[in-house]
């Protein structure tokens, strides 16, 4: 294995595609391979301090080597895994790259909310939350007219009959009815 470790270093060296940088992370990687073990596992961290390059340039590199199939990169839970010849690299991918089983079906997709009517959404929640929507809306009738229907039931509850009939009498003259309404408006708050 030491003599295969030394012939894919000078493979690595004479790449023309590579630069020197590179040229370091791949020593530093071959540095860290275990015979016995045939693992090479070093952080990212770890090539930072052995090479001296930044962290972006050390994950550069590990690509760079990996798509000229120099070094096979493998994450494997957070961590990476390098492995230095292909049959090795297939065979340890294949092993994390297994799908689990699952009983669960995948959800559909969901379809995308293209135009919202901000109108129809506000009369929809008014609709729901107002009892007294409908009377309101549906009447045709101008806001200040059912204010003033507002105001004869309320104060129907409020006033004794001859005392109501009197408050009638004055909203219905032209004269004194908005005196009437700002009566009844602070007797009804």
Request: proline residues 4%.
């Amino acid at each position: 294995m030491l003599v295969e470790k030394w012939k894919l270093l000078i493979k690595i060296i004479n790449t023309k595609a590579l630069s020197k940088s590179d040229v370091q992370v791949a020593s530093a990687i071959l540095e860290h391979h275990n015979n016995k073990t045939r693992e090479t596992y070093p952080t990212n961290k770890r090539l930072v301090k052995v090479t001296g390059l930044s962290l972006r340039q050390v994950q550069l590199s590990t690509a760079k080597l990996h798509i000229h199939k120099l070094v096979y990169k493998l994450s494997i839970k957070g961590k990476n895994h390098f492995k230095l010849t292909e049959k090795e690299f297939v065979t340890h991918a294949n092993s994390y790259t297994s799908k689990p089983f699952t009983m669960n079906k995948p959800s559909p997709p969901t379809k995308p909310i293209i135009n919202i009517d901000i109108s129809k959404t506000i009369k929809k929640l008014a609709k729901n939350s107002n009892p007294y929507y409908k009377q309101v809306v549906n009447n045709g009738l101008t806001y200040h007219q059912n204010m003033e229907n507002k105001y004869i039931r309320l104060m129907s509850k409020r006033l004794s009959t001859h005392r109501y009939n009197e408050w009638l009498e004055q909203v219905a003259n032209k004269d004194t009815k908005q005196d009437a309404l700002s009566y009844a408006k602070t007797l009804c708050k």
